[in-house]
């Protein structure tokens, strides 16, 4: 069974950053894109990123330019740099492969505020 635990969210003021990590266990990590993921409250979880196998990436408007994905695949783990942060993307953000998506995990909370 494949577990998915993210890691790296908190409180950070508006222009701030903060790297959330993803480690997967139980798969072959390697051979699949991943995928970012957030969803706030009172809304559906929307995507962020993905990375391909190969470090390809692809980005939501409302984070390109701010947001960096990369993977680790020797360490089973993906990445998001988040830079610029804004009140707006104040979310629960999650780390899957793109569909069929293995079981969610916890997710992690990021508070934009000041």
């Known amino acids: 069974q494949v577990q998915l635990v993210e890691s790296g969210g908190g409180l950070v003021q508006p222009g701030g950053s903060l790297r959330l990590s993803c480690a997967a266990s139980?798969?072959?990590?390697?051979?699949?894109?991943m995928g970012w993921y957030r969803q706030a409250p009172g809304k559906q979880r929307e995507w962020v990123a993905t990375?391909?196998?190969?470090?390809?990436?692809n980005y939501a408007e409302s984070v390109k330019g701010r947001f960096t994905v990369s993977r680790d695949n020797a360490k089973n783990t993906v990445y998001l740099q988040m830079n610029s942060l804004k009140p707006e993307d104040t979310a629960v953000y999650y780390c899957?492969?793109?569909?069929?998506?293995?079981?969610w995990g916890q997710g992690t909370q990021v508070t934009v505020s000041s």
């Open positions: 899957n492969k793109v569909s069929p998506y293995y079981p």
């Open positions: 139980g798969s072959i990590f390697r051979l699949y894109t």
């Open positions: 990375i391909t196998s190969g470090g390809s990436t």
